[in-house]
């Protein structure tokens, strides 16, 4: 049975997993600094919870019962690698932090 993504996010004509498609969103995470926060950035700030260092971790919490272990099985199972959650939550977290 072949592996399907269950969360396709269509950009170009790659399929990028939900995560990755946040992460092309705003270009990347930078060492520039400080800048203005997109509306998505702003939306997912305005869900914050007590304890959360920034919108990765809010991003974390509200996406995790949506994909979660499940999808970091399916992703490893597709591409042979590690999902880069982690490394993505870290650089939001880095990027647009409370």
């Known amino acids: 049975m072949p592996v399907v993504n269950p969360f396709p996010v269509r950009r170009g004509t790659v399929a990028l ?3 990755q498609a946040v992460l ?3 270009g990347g995470v930078t060492e520039a600094g400080p800048r203005e926060w997109p509306e998505w950035a702003l939306a997912l700030k305005a869900q914050r919870l007590a304890g959360e260092a920034g919108v990765g971790d809010t991003a974390e919490r509200i996406l995790g019962p949506l994909g979660g272990d499940g999808f970091k099985r399916f ?9 880069g959650c982690s490394v993505r939550r870290e650089g939001l977290n880095r990027e647009f932090g409370y």
């Open 75 to 83: 992703f490893k199972a597709l591409t042979g690698r590690d999902c």
């Open 24 to 26: 092309h969103a705003f």
């Open 17 to 19: 997993a939900a995560g």
